[in-house]
């Protein structure tokens, strides 16, 4: 069976990631690592010293090189990476801004927004709370679906009597979640949130809201747990991603704050204030879910990058034509799959037909790749079933999603009437290009 290889190609873009600070939340004397990861890495490659931030300690161990696999234009690739290792250590409570991070690369400087750190004196909240993140499978493969959910729990009767409001919005869970990775994680992408019936909610669950980060989010209520002779009331926050390189991915741990009182007194228009508000911070344990490339053995030629679950469906319009004519094939591609990263097929080998332009829609749920075809003569019967190689991560093993054929009747030019000559592609404003073509 012929069989694709791994494409040994240079390196892709270079690209610079920030992981961290990991905790997000110290005390004084503590320690806080964050991560920075250059993609593409050429040799070389060096991490300016950070500006001094006081009261700060920061120490820049040596970088760790690495390599990975990952998708890009369609075709599975190798490429090298650098990674340093920062740790902080602030000296006493606060906020901690560090500033942006630089790299050099070649004749390139590459930059990466910092990030803050918080130091308390106190994290005593763990009786009364807890967070953390859970994955829905121990490893994946590169490019396949991955869900996390970002779990939080509160004391029922502490919530009740205790938590207090600091936002000037009124939460209905008044707690901060702080978990980076919700908006961003290094080595995999976000997918599009699940909208209409798969949004969170439509099934009638109870949605509530809390701080994540720095905005305000909704999670779901899912049934109450009881942990050490406690009652929790328990929110789940769920986001998908794509896996995009090889190696561990690493999800940091979740920090969760929230401000309680013991005293209260009767204050104006008979609402209760807070005497002794204190804030209190629990943190979560961090998570790793190995990402496995894929397997050589037994992978298509034509294997374009599609992994998950896929289905194709076909429609051509119009079926009844004259030689030289157009009509266009729509090709619809759903599933559980990776969907605006696989390479459509290419179908400038189908007899009879030419393709002259192609349109791609990538939608968050569907994606529909349209082909311009003219048919070259009368002989042409049908726009055979079109094969999609595909990984099933669930098997391990490499499927075909299969279109069935679509019959044409393809009428010859009359006697003496030559067949419309297909226009330059590169001709006028706004043309079409067919596939494979360079732009002009």
């Known amino acids: 069976m012929l069989v694709a290889a791994l494409a040994a190609v240079p390196a892709a873009a270079q690209e610079l990631a920030l992981r961290g600070p990991e905790p997000a939340v110290v005390r004084p004397g503590g320690e806080a690592r964050v991560t920075l990861m250059l993609a593409g890495a050429p040799p070389g490659a060096v991490l300016e010293r950070p500006a001094a931030v006081p009261d700060l300690d920061v120490e820049v161990r040596a970088p760790r ?3 990975f696999q ?22 006493k409570a606060g906020t901690y801004e560090l500033p942006p991070l630089r790299v050099r690369a070649d004749d390139r400087v590459l930059v990466v927004a ?3 750190l918080e130091c308390a004196s106190d994290l005593s909240g763990a009786p009364y709370a807890f967070v953390e993140v859970r994955s829905d499978r121990a490893s994946c493969f590169v490019q396949e679906r991955l869900a996390l959910t970002l779990r939080l729990g509160v004391d029922l009767e502490f919530l009740r009597t205790n938590v207090v409001q600091l936002s000037a919005r009124r939460l209905d869970v008044p707690v901060r979640a702080t978990a980076p990775w919700v908006d961003g994680l290094p080595r995999a992408e976000p997918v599009a949130e699940r909208a209409g019936d798969e ?4 099934l009638g669950e109870e949605l509530l809201t809390f701080a994540l980060n720095d905005g305000i989010a909704r999670g779901v209520r899912v049934p109450d747990e009881e ?40 204050g104006a228009f008979a609402v209760a204030a807070t005497e002794d508000w204190q804030l209190a911070h629990v943190d979560g344990a961090a998570l790793d879910v190995a990402v496995e490339p894929l397997p050589e053995d037994g992978r298509p030629l034509a294997f374009g990058g599609a992994v998950g679950q896929l289905a194709v469906a076909a429609r051509a319009e119009p079926r009844e034509l004259d030689v030289g004519d157009e009509l266009r094939l729509e090709l619809t591609f759903t599933g559980a799959v990776n969907l605006d990263r696989f390479e459509p097929p290419d179908l400038a080998d189908l007899d009879g037909l030419r393709v ?19 048919p070259t003569a009368a002989d042409v019967g049908a726009i055979p079933a079109i094969d999609v190689p ?38 006028g404003a706004g043309a079409r290009l067919p596939v494979g073509a360079p732009p002009a």
Do not use: K, M
């Open 114 to 116: 910092g990030v803050a």
């Open 227 to 266: 942990r050490d002779g406690r009652r929790f009331l328990v929110l789940e926050h769920r986001r998908e991603f794509l896996a995009t390189r090889t190696g561990d991915l690493h999800v940091p741990a979740p920090t969760l704050s929230f401000a309680f009182a013991t005293r209260f007194e009767q």
């Open 390 to 427: 595909y990984f099933d991560p669930q098997a391990r093993v490499y499927r075909h999603a299969s279109t069935a054929p679509l019959a044409l009747r393809v009428r010859a030019p009359a006697a003496g009437e030559p067949a419309d000559t297909p226009p330059d592609p590169r001709a």
């Open 70 to 91: 990952a998708l890009v234009d369609g075709r599975l690739r190798e490429q090298e990476a650098l990674a340093w290792e920062l740790v902080l250590r602030p000296a």
């Open 199 to 202: 949004a969170p909610g439509a």
């Open 65 to 67: 090189p690495s390599r």
């Open 356 to 374: 002259v332009g192609v349109l791609d829609d990538r939608g968050p749920q569907r994606r529909t790749v349209a082909y311009d075809l003219r």
